[in-house]
């Protein structure tokens, strides 16, 4: 089956990156708690941006971590180099 075919269906197959990945989309989770925590205990905006850019980056990346585990799928599948190189720019505008 080729990308092209697969490309609504690729997953996380490497157990360790899904597992790293979901670790760091728990650790967003708690983040993000921790955040509305402190808009209702109305603390200081600069306190709640620093977290805020805490969260953007560390879900940045969590994205480069898919984006990488993605590539590697794509890297190991018996699709074309064209059609390996169509999936990732798909999945790369995504991003954008």
């Known amino acids: 089956m080729s ?5 609504e269906q690729v ?3 490497d157990s360790s990156a899904k597992a790293d990945l979901l670790r760091r989309v728990r650790r967003i989770e708690g983040q ?6 402190m808009i209702e ?9 620093q977290q ?4 953007r980056s560390a879900a940045h990346q969590a994205t480069v971590a898919l984006v990488r585990a993605y ?8 699709s074309s180099p064209d059609e390996i190189a169509e999936a990732l720019s798909v999945a790369l ?3 954008a």
Do not use: F, P, W
């Open 3 to 7: 990308l092209q075919q697969e490309k």
């Open 11 to 13: 997953k996380l197959a």
């Open 32 to 37: 993000a708690r921790g955040i509305a925590r």
């Open 41 to 49: 205990e109305d603390r200081d905006c600069s306190e709640v941006l």
């Open 52 to 55: 805020l850019a805490a969260v």
């Open 71 to 78: 590539a590697t799928e794509c890297m190991v599948s018996d």
């Open 93 to 95: 505008s995504r991003l």
